[in-house]
């Protein structure tokens, strides 16, 4: 019944029953279903597997909202509201997880948790210079068919915001096969950690406990992954105090990450630095060396079209392939 129906609180404490609006997903060669102990989540349904950096998403906000906190930290989730409401996407928007509406619990879902569940930063540093929102206001939005992707700490995909086109981008991290659920990471990079740290953040951030590949591991492979998980962590926490050693220390991420099968790209400012180090000892060719990696890792995540591709193929002599030609299929969800 969830499904078909949702209940959701007005911010003036009316609930209302409304039916859920369906997402046609049949020509991107995915579907909406049902999966166990998950909710909703997207499945491929093409026969022919999505390649290796092919573009599987380029989707517009269902809603693109600007929040601007008080001084004493309060949001306006009645404008919001009424942004959802003037534009008569009610029936898309409540159909979306509430993390604080459990399936049968009886809470009707409202705007600020579905936002809280759903929403995703309109990032592009290199493009817009907005995502760090120096000016107090905090850019994101939700999506008819991005926000319905689970999360897991090993993604087979990878989501961002293209601020050159207006839009977010999902790209595929490995071949994903008919079938396969997409899955993204909720949280990553500099912030992440051990299972233990990955577990209480998304239970604290989005009310579930991950039982992904990674948070599943036992034994002799749980214990492999704990250390590179820790390095990781350890090593972006040193990167921003521009240590002497800093070069390597990028260098020791780069391979952790790519041994513990995490997206690359989340180690973009360390080769940022680490070409920005070498260029100032004189050392062009070992620069343009950690530039052509970040290039082909920003080309398999976020497309040739992305500011930071462009940024970091720029900084390289040449960018080394991707084992091939990526496709880069642009097909859209209108909301």
């Keep these: 019944m969830d499904d078909i129906l949702t209940l959701s609180r007005r911010a003036d404490g009316r609930t209302l029953w409304q039916l859920c609006d369906m997402v046609e997903t049949s020509h991107l060669g995915l579907e909406i279903r049902p999966l166990p102990g998950k909710g909703l989540g997207v499945i491929v349904t093409r026969s022919a597997s999505f390649a290796r950096g092919e573009r599987i998403l380029c989707e517009e906000p269902l809603i693109a909202w600007c929040s601007s906190p008080d001084p004493s930290g309060t949001v306006d989730w009645k404008s919001l509201e009424s942004q959802v409401e003037a534009k008569n996407l009610a029936h898309a928007f409540y159909s979306l997880c509430d993390k604080f509406s459990d399936s049968g619990n009886g809470v009707a879902k409202t705007a600020r948790g579905i936002w809280n569940s759903n929403s995703f930063p309109m990032e592009d540093v290199m493009a817009d210079g907005l995502a760090a929102a120096t000016d107090g206001v905090h850019r994101s939005a939700v999506y008819r068919l ?11 995909c990878f989501a961002a915001w293209n601020a050159l ?10 071949e994903i096969g008919q079938g396969e659920e997409l899955t993204v990471a909720y949280v990553g990079g500099a912030e992440a950690g051990v299972r233990a740290r990955r577990r209480q953040m998304l239970a604290e951030r989005y009310h579930f406990g991950c039982a992904c590949e990674a948070c599943s591991l036992t034994g002799d492979a749980l214990a492999l992954s704990e250390r590179r998980q820790s390095r990781i962590h350890d090593i972006h926490a040193r990167l921003p105090s521009a240590p002497a050693e800093l070069v390597q220390l990028v260098d020791e991420l780069v391979a952790l990450s790519r041994q513990e099968g995490i ?6 400012a360390g080769l940022i630095f680490a070409v920005v180090r070498l260029k100032q000892a004189g050392d062009d060719a070992a620069a343009a060396e950690r530039a052509a990696i970040g290039a082909a890792c920003a080309r398999l995540t976020l497309g040739e079209d992305s500011s930071v591709y462009r940024k970091l193929a720029g900084l390289a002599t040449t960018a080394p392939p991707l084992g091939g030609a990526v496709p880069n299929r642009t097909v859209g969800v209108q909301p």
Excluded: D
Aim: proline content about 7%; glycine content about 4%; hydrophobic content about 35%.
């Design 146 to 156: 991005c926000s319905r992707i689970n999360h897991s700490c090993r993604p087979n």
């Design 165 to 174: 086109l207006g839009r977010q981008t999902l790209h595929a991290l490995r």
């Design 263 to 268: 997206p690359l790209i989340w180690a973009k």
